[in-house]
T-cell receptor
Framework: DAGVIQSPRHEVTEMGQEVTLRCKPI?????LFWYRQTMMRGLELLIY????????DSGMPEDRFSAKMPNASFSTLKIQPSEPRDSAVYFC???FGAGLARTQYFGPGTRLLVL | GQQVMQIPQYQHVQEGEDFTTYCNSS?????IQWYKQRPGGHPVFLIQ?????EVKKQKSLTFQFGEAKKNSSLHITATQTTDVGTYFC????????FGTGTLLAVQP
């Protein structure tokens, strides 16, 4: 079975450019999470969706970040404009079942470097 | 707000030694999950604990949830080099609360 799929796996871009990260959750999962991980701050939850609806975006750092989930099989995280401090590993995860206390299946991550 | 402190931040052991990491909360947790992340990899679910005093085992790993449901531990008996990675806890109520993680290094 395919797990959570993320693309691209690596992204190098220059400051000011738009970055779009993509995620395909596991089929049938109804929760989707976007995380950012850095050495300094560890794993941070940015936003999560339930049945394609954003539920909690309090972790989104600022207006430069936006996330969408147009359907149950696809989500994007966009950074515009990107800044060097956005350099991190971005993980997408999905889970199934009511509530947050469910096993989360993480994708391989997108390693973003903003120069 | 509710926080989960995880200790230690880093531990270096010789292969064959035991290892324990702890997650401690100032408030009662409804549940706790443990994940492992290998260097350069992504977090992988290990186990979930929900009951007061619960103990679960997976091969050389032993997981405990405290009687007061304010702390949890992950213990590895006789570590192996394959145990290298970061172990972290997550608690879920109406929001997710993360431990900061413990990086385990195992020297052969």
């Amino acid at each position: 079975d395919a797990g959570v799929i993320q693309s691209p796996r690596h992204e190098v871009t220059e400051m000011g450019q738009e970055v779009t990260l993509r995620c395909k959750p596991i089929s049938g999962h109804d929760y989707l999470f976007w995380y950012r991980q850095t050495m300094m701050r560890g794993l941070e939850l940015l936003i999560y969706f339930n049945n394609n609806v954003p539920i909690d975006d309090s972790g989104m750092p600022e207006d430069r970040f936006s996330a969408k989930m147009p359907n149950a099989s696809f989500s994007t995280l966009k950074i515009q404009p990107s800044e060097p401090r956005d350099s991190a590993v971005y993980f997408c995860a999905s889970s199934f079942g009511a509530g947050l206390a469910r096993t989360q299946y993480f994708g391989p991550g997108t390693r973003l470097l903003v120069l | 707000g509710q926080q989960v402190m995880q200790i230690p931040q880093y531990q270096h052991v010789q292969e064959g030694e035991d290892f324990t990491t702890y997650c401690n909360s100032s408030t009662t947790l409804s549940n706790i999950q443990w994940y492992k992340q290998r260097p350069g990899g992504h977090p992988v679910f290990l186990i979930q604990l929900v009951k007061s005093g619960e103990v679960k085992k997976q091969k050389s790993l032993t997981f405990q949830f405290g009687e007061a449901k304010k702390n949890s531990s992950l213990h590895i008996t006789a570590t192996q080099t394959t145990d290298v990675g970061t172990y972290f806890c997550i608690s879920a109520t109406n929001k997710l609360i993360f431990g900061t993680g413990t990086l385990l290094a195992v020297q052969p």
